[in-house]
């Protein structure tokens, strides 16, 4: 077989480009970027008002909550009880993000009970008929509790409290609208929640991959790579890289 020879001339990239594909191609150059956690700060913004001494206690009601479902194979009357306080909590203190994440975790459950395990949903598990009024409303948790805890600025510094139940929230929402685009990409007949599936595969993949980005940028490093993974430029540059290579091999 004939050798390959590679040029060894350097391509003439602006420092843009070179920022871009970076950007582009390194999980860890642009979503971890740009975000400054401050460990000072009240866990939550100000105008949700939840200081310090009231996010303590809600967590302790929450954390109450929340140990109910940590057993193995929790029933589903255990997990309804759980989404059923955790309502009661955001009933008194709608303002309280961590509440909607756990909640929509709780609804996770009652649709997959063993999720946390080793066991996985089939992709078509979680979109069917019977399960679309909960899908509707565990995404509707999420899309809250990102709303509510979402700095006013990118610019703005957050607390820890606030990175990490972002970095949660965005990730489990790309997660599941990854999901729903591989459902639809499949073919496959699914009922998923109304608002969501107008939308074909493609642009469902990008919103998943924007919430992967974000996710990533609070601390995710999961979310980082699937942010890499999902992004339709890296995709399309990727495949562009790929052909070139085929080219040069065949020639």
């Known amino acids: ?42 866990p939550f913004p100000v105008q949700l008002k939840i200081d310090a001494e009231l996010h303590e206690t809600l967590k302790a009601r929450e954390v109450t909550i929340v140990r109910t479902l ?27 993000p961590p509440a909607y994440v756990n909640r929509a975790q709780a609804r996770r ?19 069917t008929a019977e399960n679309a009024e909960t899908v509707t409303a565990l995404l509707a948790d999420l899309g809250k509790a990102i709303i509510l805890a979402t700095p006013r600025s990118p610019a703005d510094p957050v607390s820890e ?19 729903l685009a591989k459902v639809k990409k499949s073919g496959e007949a699914f009922e998923g929640p109304e608002k969501w599936s107008q939308l074909d595969a493609d642009r ?12 990533g940028r609070f601390g995710n490093k999961v979310a980082q790579q699937l942010a890499v993974q999902t992004n339709p430029y890296a995709k399309m540059c990727g495949a562009i890289v790929k052909e070139a290579l085929r080219k040069e091999v065949e020639g």
């Not at 459950?109 to 979109?127: C, H, K, R, V, Y």
């Not at 469902?204 to 996710?215: K, V, Y």
């Open 109 to 127: 459950m009652l649709i997959s009970p063993n999720s946390g395990d080793q066991a996985e949903e089939a992709e078509t598990d979680l979109f």
């Open 70 to 96: 940590a057993q193995p194979n929790p029933t589903p009357e255990t997990i309804q009880s759980a989404i059923s306080q955790l309502s009661t909590l955001i009933t008194e203190h709608p303002n309280y």
């Open 204 to 215: 469902l993949e990008e919103m998943a991959s924007r919430d992967f980005f974000f996710g």
């Open 161 to 179: 409290v606030q990175a990490r139940l972002l970095a949660d929230a965005h990730t489990h929402r790309g997660y599941l609208l990854l999901r």
């Open 1 to 42: 077989m004939d050798s390959i020879t590679v040029s060894s001339a350097k391509p003439n990239l602006t420092t843009n480009d070179s920022a871009v594909l970076q950007a582009l191609f390194d999980a860890e150059s642009s979503p971890s970027n740009g975000i400054t956690i401050n460990s000072s700060l009240p």
